[in-house]
């Protein structure tokens, strides 16, 4: 069974930095496609960020030229690069696996805030 776990969430000021991690048991890993998604209060969850088990990325229009999402294969991790964060990026973020099935992580939360 894979278990995710996310971290590097926080308090950040506007204009400034976090880089997510989301690491993977098992191994699903290489082969899976990896996701970020966020959830804010009150609003349903959206997808921020994707990356293939080849390397290939998307991202949703709010994030583009801001996040940038990335894995290691021998870590068994993605990670999201988040610059310039604004206020509207508050919100609980969720790393997503999926290779036929689909496993969510629990979570990590970030404010962005002065």
């Known amino acids: 069974q894979v278990q995710l776990v996310e971290s590097g969430g926080g308090l950040v000021q506007p204009g400034g930095s976090l880089r997510l991690s989301c690491a993977a048991s098992?191994?699903?890993?290489?082969?899976?496609?990896m996701s970020w998604y966020r959830q804010a209060p009150g609003k349903q969850r959206e997808l921020v960020a994707t990356?293939?088990?080849?390397?290939?990325?998307n991202y949703a229009d709010s994030v583009k030229g801001r996040f940038t999402i990335s894995r290691d294969n021998a870590k068994n991790t993605v990670y999201l690069q988040m610059n310039s964060l604004r206020p509207e990026d508050t919100a609980v973020y969720y790393c997503k696996l999926a290779r036929g099935f689909v496993t969510w992580g629990q979570g990590t939360q970030v404010t962005v805030s002065s």
């Open positions: 098992g191994s699903a890993f290489n082969l899976a496609t």
């Open positions: 990356i293939t088990s080849g390397g290939s990325t």
